[in-house]
């Protein structure tokens, strides 16, 4: 398995630009979620997932955008960049039965200058 | 979701235990206790979770006071690749999507 996956790894956007950060999972999880981290900072959950066409926002979800049409993939959107979502960005995933652990992918380093 | 206290900073010696504390004096009776890590910058790892009796794993042991308002994550043998950013997290079992993650504790293990 794959686990989590995350695409791109690093990017630069302009200020005003757009982008929507991919996220996919191999493992059949129901549950998702976007993180986004900064520096010397806890995570801060943006969006999460439940299941297929089911989403609800977390602790910081101004700016960004999500939908979910697939058990696998859960991209996240950044509609009109600005630089405080300069930031490093985690997707992950947990099955919703047993412990509930998440597990965690590489991360999307974003710089918005 | 109850709050935690961790201590900023943490040092220990490369096999010795490692014992990280976290209080959680408002935690609820259907809170879990859930550790994670984060080795520099890479995304966060699930350690271990418990709710009131003490749990063990390959990676950890998690202690619980008997009050639960307090754990301690131990690293029975720390090694230099333990060096991270641990989380202590308290949450509803069941509730999707509710992790909250504080500052955490920064574990350096020294040669």
């Known amino acids: 398995n794959a686990g989590v996956t995350q695409t791109p790894k690093f990017r630069i956007l302009k200020i005003g630009q757009s982008m929507t950060l991919q996220c996919a999972q191999d493992?059949?999880?129901?549950?998702m979620y976007w993180y986004r981290q900064d520096p010397g900072m806890g995570l801060k959950l943006i969006y999460y997932?439940?299941?297929?066409?089911?989403?609800d926002k977390g602790e910081v979800p101004n700016g960004y955008n999500v939908s979910r049409s697939t058990t696998e993939d859960f991209p996240l959107r950044l509609e009109l960049a600005a630089p405080s979502q300069t930031s490093v960005y985690f997707c992950?995933?947990?099955?919703?039965?047993?412990?509930?652990?998440?597990?965690f992918g590489p991360g999307t380093r974003l710089t918005v200058t | 979701d109850a709050k935690t206290t961790q201590p900023p900073s943490m040092d220990c010696a490369e096999g010795r235990a490692a014992n990280l504390p976290c209080n959680h004096s408002?935690?609820?009776?259907?809170?879990?206790v859930y550790w994670y890590r984060q080795i520099h910058s890479q995304g966060p790892q699930y350690i271990i979770h418990?709710?009131?009796n003490n749990e063990t794993n390959e990676m950890a042991s998690l202690i619980i006071t008997e009050d639960r308002k307090s754990s301690t994550l131990i690293l029975p043998h720390a090694t230099l690749r333990d060096t991270a950013v641990y989380y202590c997290?308290?949450?509803?079992?069941?509730?999707?999507?509710?992790?909250?993650f504080g500052q955490g504790t920064e574990l350096s293990v020294k040669p």
């Open positions: 493992m059949n999880h129901n549950y």
């Open positions: 997932s439940v299941g297929a066409g089911i989403t």
């Open positions: 992950a995933s947990s099955s919703d039965r047993g412990g509930y652990e998440q597990y």
């Open positions: 408002t935690i609820s009776g259907n809170e879990y």
């Open positions: 418990g709710l009131k």
């Open positions: 997290i308290v949450r509803v079992y069941n509730q999707g999507g509710k992790l909250i």
